[in-house]
């Protein structure tokens, strides 16, 4: 197992006890990442996770009455549109994506459903092989951020175990980590004095007025709060602009509009289309939520009502999203959405991230397991036809991106590979003008420059 910080003592240095004391925060000019000296993996919780079943006891009678509904959420800082341009979230503004920008490209993780209760040896097995692809000497290929797809903490986003499902596993993670919310950041249990989204707000939408803080929750570590401007918002960066939502805290569907929530996430999405078609943007647009507008398998279905909101707001504007990323259902699915003008939208889910990887139910056909790839033809003249291209229901994993000018590529990178692994077991890649898939056009990363070379001096008089 690789190597990373120093487990951080009992008492903090802040004072603070894992699960969020009384004591006071820590105010830094900057923001930290990882931390300084690597140590091996706990074996165990620092606070052991009891069992849920009374809580979910309560929630199964409130549902057969028909007594849960989405839940209001918090104003993002600047609405309509929140951005977060990443070189501030990186602490070095301009510069830092002037770096990108003259490196040709960016590269960046995502995965969801990640905090495990049963104990931290499956979230570390995909946290240590990102890890992992900070080992490059072509700066070209280093990790700029990792987005988490939603259900960071199991399983009501409770502050005590933030330490041990968020900030030990990405402990040395070396960039920043965003986060979409999930259903379970969102809930809150019955039998608890809670308010929905509490943590979350605390740990992923701090005010950057006030400085970088390192909260309660950290325990001790040194990774400052993130500084997104709230539960949706755009994150700005070199090469890619991803419009993060919030799709609510039921379990199915997802939520991002209705009488109970109002329609600000909509008003959020058409703003954001707007500009993106104002300014003739030519990067990577995605798309990132947490329940999935596709899936198969049982475990969660489609969130249809979701996507038909967004296709309506897409189609007015006329702009799409070269992929959308999701979680929820905890497994891979890979998903090519054909639209009627020819062109090709992936929908990934990655909700396999360290969370009870679930397997897919047997298919409706009669099958003893799912056949891909596949095509679902549209089932109403406004629907598309799909392709269920790939899916990975037996192990944990992520997914790895890289936008340049003209290409998108999204790998998904299974931990059950050896830890050193830089080959994925799924991609594709996206045509940025064309929106088809085409074949991916890597970087020389040395290999065809050396073989250059050493032709030129076998020809060399």
Same mark, same amino acid.
Not at 41 to 64: E, Q
Not at 69 to 76: G, I, L, R, S, V
Not at 175 to 203: I, K, T
């Given at each position: 197992? +690789?190597?990373?910080? $120093?487990?951080?003592?009992?008492? @903090? ?8 004391? &009384? =004591?006071?925060?820590?105010?830094? !000019? ?8 690597? %140590? ?7 606070v ?8 979910y ?9 028909? *007594? ?25 503004? =301009? ?6 920008? +003259? ?6 993780? &995502? ?5 495990? %209760?049963?104990?931290? !040896? ?6 240590? !092989? ?13 990790? $700029?951020?990792?987005?988490l ?26 960039? @920043? ?14 039998l608890?004095? +809670?308010?929905?989204?509490?943590? #979350? ?24 709060? *993130? ?36 329609s600000?996430?909509?008003?959020y /999405?058409?703003?954001?289309?707007k ?5 003739? #943007? ?21 969130? %249809? ?19 959308v990323?999701?979680?929820? =259902? ?11 003008d020819?062109?090709?939208?992936? #929908? ?14 047997? @298919? ?26 790939? #899916?990975?229901?037996?192990d ?9 000018? *003209? ?11 050896a /830890?050193?692994? $830089? ?8 045509? /940025?003008?064309?929106?088809? $898939? ?6 020389? /990363? ?8 050493v ?7």
């Amino acid at each position: 197992m +690789a190597m990373h910080k $120093k487990n951080p003592p009992t008492t @903090p240095p802040n004072g603070g006890a894992p699960g969020g004391g &009384s =004591a006071p925060t820590r105010q830094l !000019k900057g923001p930290v990442f990882s931390q300084p000296q690597p %140590t091996p993996d706990p074996s165990t919780f620092r606070v052991r996770h009891p069992s849920d079943k009374d809580a979910y006891a309560a929630i199964d009678k409130l549902n057969a009455a028909h *007594q849960l509904k989405p839940m209001a959420f918090p104003e993002p800082r600047g609405t309509p549109e929140p951005i977060l341009k990443l070189g501030t979230a990186l602490g070095g503004g =301009a510069n830092s994506e002037a770096t990108i920008t +003259a490196n040709g490209q960016i590269v960046f993780h &995502s995965t969801g459903d990640c905090g495990s %209760t049963k104990g931290p !040896k499956t979230q570390n097995e995909v946290a240590d !092989k990102m890890v992992g692809d900070f080992d490059e000497t072509d700066q070209r290929e280093l990790p $700029k951020f990792l987005l988490l797809l939603g259900d960071v903490v199991y399983n009501f986003g409770e502050k005590e175990y933030y330490y041990d499902q968020f900030y030990e596993p990405y402990r040395n993670y070396h960039a @920043p980590v965003f986060a979409a919310a999930g259903n379970h950041d969102g809930m809150v249990s019955p039998l608890a004095h +809670a308010q929905s989204l509490e943590a #979350y707000q605390r740990n992923f939408c701090a005010d950057p007025a006030q400085g970088f803080t390192v909260t309660n929750e950290a325990g001790g570590l040194s990774r400052t709060a *993130q500084i997104q401007p709230g539960v949706y918002f755009t994150l700005d960066a070199p090469f890619v602009r991803i419009l993060v939502l919030y799709s609510n805290t039921l379990e199915d569907p997802g939520v991002i509009s209705d009488p109970d929530i109002g329609s600000t996430q909509l008003t959020y /999405l058409e703003t954001a289309l707007k500009r993106v078609k104002s300014e003739n #943007y030519t990067g990577a647009l995605l798309f990132a939520h947490h329940h999935p507008p596709y899936a198969v398998g049982g475990q969660h279905s489609s969130s %249809t009502a979701m996507r038909q909101q967004m296709d309506k707001i897409c189609a007015a504007v006329g702009v799409w999203p070269h992929a959308v990323l999701s979680g929820h =259902a905890h497994s891979y699915q890979r998903f090519t959405r054909l639209r009627s003008d020819g062109t090709m939208i992936p #929908y990934l889910i990655c909700g396999n991230g360290g969370h009870n990887v679930q397997r897919l139910q047997a @298919p409706p056909q009669g099958s003893t397991a799912w056949r891909a790839p596949q095509t679902f033809l549209p089932k109403t003249p406004d629907d598309d036809a799909v392709t269920f291209e790939n #899916y990975d229901d037996t192990d944990y994993g992520y997914l790895r991106l890289i936008v340049d000018p *003209q290409q998108l590529r999204i790998e998904y990178h299974p931990a059950a590979d050896a /830890l050193n692994s $830089k080959t994925p077991d799924d991609y594709v890649t996206i045509d /940025l003008r064309s929106r088809q $898939k085409v074949a991916y056009t890597p970087n020389d /990363l040395g290999y065809p420059k050396a073989a250059k070379a050493v032709r030129a001096l076998r020809t060399a008089p």
